[in-house]
């Protein structure tokens, strides 16, 4: 008998007294996405308001400014000599690199390359002092950024461990106005990570604590 099936059993002999209702069970295979179609109510709002582009790509930077990212904007030429002042005032001597991360984005960056290894630590990773990634959508919305894993944003504990994260956003094609919007764009069998702001919590007292469980500081750039 596999795991799965011991769980089930467990679930089963768990519901063996609950009265059933009508509701139809859930089918497993190619007809659950159709089942989810016929059952799930879909008819929430898309997106909130009428925006235009610009009008998004500005709700985006203030939402995400909310959350104490610090938002940079340029365009695609400034790119690299924008990664090597934010990386300079930062002190970085190293900076991780995802395996895909386009190479002209850190043409000018003096600091070391530190490549995405299967083999790399937490402790080697809790030395590199920033990691540069792009991103899957930005949400404007919930100033969300979300990540899936793709060769120009590596392996999700890279964008956890560093305490410094600086994610690129192509503006506008990256940004969409919503959650509703951003998830028709992701494949959910992929890594997701959503980002909202540094990493941070509080206490009983709301005491503001910021790296507890990802970077103390992120820095997102909107590149148009």
């Avoid at 159709?34 to 008819?43: A, E, G, L, N, T």
């Avoid at 365009?75 to 934010?86: A, G, H, I, P």
């Avoid at 395996?99 to 030395?127: I, M, N, Q």
């Amino acid at each position: 008998m596999s795991s799965r099936d011991a769980i089930l059993g467990r679930v089963r002999r768990a519901l063996a007294d609950v009265r059933q209702d009508g509701t139809p069970p859930v089918p497993e295979g190619p007809g659950r996405d159709s089942w989810y179609d016929q059952v799930v109510r879909r008819d929430y709002l898309r997106e909130h308001g009428d925006r235009s582009v610009g009008q998004t790509v500005d709700l985006l930077a203030e939402n995400l400014a909310d959350y104490r990212a610090i938002v940079h904007r340029c365009t695609d030429d400034e790119l690299s000599d924008t990664l090597m002042r934010l990386l300079a005032e930062r002190g970085s001597g190293t900076v991780l690199v995802p395996p895909g991360l386009p190479p002209y984005w850190l043409k000018a960056v003096d600091a070391t390359r530190v490549h995405d290894r299967a083999r790399s630590t937490p402790h080697e990773l809790d030395r590199v002092d920033s990691v540069v990634t792009g991103c899957a959508v930005a949400v404007a919305e919930t100033g969300t950024i979300v990540l899936d894993g793709s060769p120009d944003q590596g392996r999700r504990r890279i964008t956890l461990v560093p305490d410094h994260h600086i994610c690129v956003v192509r503006v506008p094609d990256q940004v969409v106005s919503s959650v509703p919007r951003a998830l028709e764009r992701l494949d959910p069998s992929r890594p997701l990570t959503w980002i909202s702001g540094p990493s941070a919590t509080s206490d009983i007292e709301l005491d503001r604590v910021e790296g507890v469980h990802g970077p103390r500081t992120l820095e997102v750039v909107l590149v148009g």
